[in-house]
């Protein structure tokens, strides 16, 4: 079954939807107009239930089939928010808001999603639930674990989930996808330096924190280096070097250090926190100082179930034709929240040779709505045949 002929037709209205939410982006959980759209279409197209404010600002509705027989329940979800960079693509539909831009297509997400749904809810060729998911703030904030936690899976007795991300670099309107741990685990810390302040001509008389924080900068790479097996993949950035004093002539007392640690299972998950605090403090008392670590674990790992992703595989080959093997990626996704409460399969929808993500110049591909639109359809017909 190639692309469905519904979505050439609709493909216009739905790049239109896009571009309105592109020129409109929103930052974490404040995707209040976002949410507002999604509801209102979803209304508009005679959606069975739709239900506002779970997880604070997402949007979930339900469309049910001809016949409810089978008892199955398919969740479908897309993220809406954006992030906070300026966008530099010069596009007539580019954002209004200063400081924020739909910089990695959770426009086009949001739109193929709402797509599908108008479609399901014509057709309704299908034999159980289709519930569509639309979360707010997967950037970095857990849209997906507060939608989880506000009961999403029991509430709308979702039974399997999936989801979708563009990716550039793929050709427009493929697909890729692999078994297993696709997305890394990714977690955050902060380092707080504290030593002695004093005057730049005098070192002696001070603790020096930047002295400190810098050995600690080089240090935390040992630990992927030296404690972590060569065949895992672990990944150590420090990305934040900040000082309580932007004098020239200062030592300061205090130094912060901020960054991430990414894993792909839990054992190297912990060891890398527990190597990152030793480390940290280890090398604070070496020079004389102190170091206060402050760890966060923020996204699990994401991992597609075996059953689920061969039938992702095998809905995507019928709507492209082929489909490529994807490698892991380090980036974290918060979809992980939902794979952790139910079986299911995250799959990458190609972008072209486009900027990639987090990029200013980066742009939704338009071209790859029909494909999307036409998995998310298939999904559900497949997973839920009609009687």
Known sequence: MPIKNRFAELHPEIAEWRRDIHAHPE??????????????????????EVVEGVGRTGVVGVIRGRSTASGKVVGLRADMDALPMTEVTGAPYASKTP????????????????????YLAETRNFDGTAVVIFQPAEEGEGGGREMVEDGLMERFGIQEVYGMHNWPGVPAGTFAIRTGPFFAAADLFEIEVEGKGGHAAKPHEATDTTLIASHIVVALQSVVARNVDPVEQVVVSVTSFETESKAFNVIPQ????????????????????????????????????????????????????????????????AVAGDIREASVTMGGEDFSFMLNERPGAYILVGNGETAMVHNPAYDFNDESIPAGCSYWAEVVERRMPAA
């Not at 974490?28 to 507002?36: I, K, M, Q, S």
Request: aromatic share 6%.
């Open 27 to 48: 930052l974490g959980f404040e995707t209040h107009r976002t949410a507002v759209l999604v509801a209102e279409k979803l209304r508009a197209f005679g959606i069975d």
């Open 99 to 118: 400081g924020a831009m739909h910089a990695c297509g959770h426009d086009g997400h949001t739109a193929m999603l709402l797509g599908a749904a108008r």
């Open 254 to 317: 205090k130094v912060t250090l901020r960054g991430t640690v990414r894993t792909l299972s839990e054992p190297m998950r912990d060891l890398a926190e527990t190597r990152l605090k030793a480390v940290a403090t280890g090398t604070a008392a070496a020079y004389g100082g102190e170091a206060m670590v402050h760890y966060k674990r923020n996204y699990p790992v994401t991992v597609n179930a075996p059953e689920q992703t061969d039938f992702a595989r095998d809905v995507a080959r």
